[in-house]
């Protein structure tokens, strides 16, 4: 959820376009009206609920690192729908990110 909220967030800022001093206030005010940031808002909420409810049950020491699995989602919709490309550096991040999800998840 949170990486479709980061997504739906991208999508929306690109309607926004660049801020800067001049359009800050204007920027800030036009969150509420695009469809796409409200949306993406609205995931994270949903994101941050769904996480309590793991936490009643999870230790927060194997929750919490699970959750980096998101950032593998967020690079690969960056990839896919916005032609972000993936440096060798990125590709090993993104490995030792999976091979430490898989270490804290052994028991």
Do not use: D
Not at 81 to 88: D, L
């Amino acid at each position: 959820m949170a990486s479709g909220g980061q997504f739906l967030l991208k999508l929306g800022a690109g309607k926004l376009g660049k801020v800067n001093a001049s359009n800050f206030v204007s920027h800030i005010l036009n969150i509420a009206s695009t469809p796409e940031l409200v949306a993406g808002l609205a995931l994270y909420a949903f994101s941050s609920i769904f996480f309590i409810l793991v936490l009643t049950r999870v230790k927060l020491s194997v929750a919490g690192p699970a959750v980096s699995v998101s950032y593998i989602f967020s690079v690969l919709l960056g990839y896919f729908f916005f032609q972000e490309s993936i440096s060798r550096y990125q590709m090993f991040g993104l490995g030792f990110i999976i091979a430490g999800v898989i270490l804290v998840l052994k028991r």
